[in-house]
């Protein structure tokens, strides 16, 4: 747990998060958030940060990537670009890498859409707490900082492709590098949010449980809610 005041309603599952990444870097296990879209994983990403403090004190800085399937491992670990004078090549760094190195929290948001050669790349890291910059010239040497934190978050477990989400197969090896924690909807929180409008929250509700029951592939989100209850306020609807 964390003595650190959090800003908001934090998620019913914020203590058991806090707790994974707390002992991440002792165990080598980090924390892989998984559930329906709308359900605040990305948000709860923020406010762990939140509850976590560097040796010092200090707030821990944060940083969020989205994954998709054309990412290179460049856009975690730096490029190699003619930058220099008359167009020398030279080392531009990526900040996932300056995280590790200075430390801080990252959030690699669907973690499941990163091809094969990026995540491999990740993978090599989160086992060997360290890794290697070819293209930094003078310093290749890349070591993961006691200060730094990392979550990931996925509508999958990256076993695939599930009835509602089109994702990649994560091999094994990595899938063991997480502990996954299910992130599902809240109704404490929406009810903080939109409890003005207990009707209509409760109809919404009812759809939810009705389309869950039928394997529907939908999702009533919290932001699915309030788009409802915008539209109501708009035409007046009862």
């Not at 040796?55 to 940083?63: D, I, K, L, Q």
Request: with cysteine; aromatic share 10%; net charge negative.
């Amino acid at each position: 747990g964390s003595d650190t005041e959090i800003e908001g309603h934090t998620h019913k599952r914020y203590e058991d998060c806090l707790d994974v990444l707390t002992c991440s870097r002792q165990e080598n296990r980090w924390l892989w958030l998984f559930g329906p879209a709308g359900t605040g994983k990305s948000y709860l990403g923020k406010q762990l940060a939140e509850g976590l403090r560097m040796p010092n004190g200090e707030p821990v800085r944060y940083a969020s990537i989205a994954s998709h399937v054309g990412m290179s491992p460049s856009e975690f670990f730096g490029w190699l670009l003619p930058t220099g004078d008359g167009g020398k090549f030279e080392y531009v760094g990526a900040l996932f890498a300056d995280f590790v190195e200075n430390g801080g929290m990252f959030f690699i948001d669907e973690i499941a859409n990163l091809p094969p050669d990026a995540l491999t790349r990740v993978n090599g890291l989160l086992s060997n707490l360290e890794t290697w910059l070819p293209k930094r010239m003078g310093n290749p040497h890349l070591k993961m900082s006691p200060s730094f934190w990392l979550a990931a978050a996925d509508n999958t477990v990256g076993r695939g492709s599930t009835n509602g989400y089109v994702r990649n197969v994560i091999s094994g090896e990595t899938r063991t590098r997480f502990q996954f924690v299910r992130i599902g909807y809240d109704r404490d929180l929406e009810r903080t949010l939109f409890g003005e409008d207990e009707l209509w929250l409760n109809t919404c509700w009812s759809l939810r449980d009705k389309v869950q029951e039928n394997d529907i592939r939908e999702e009533i989100s919290a932001r699915f809610i309030n788009q409802v209850l915008d539209l109501r306020v708009t035409h007046g609807a009862d």
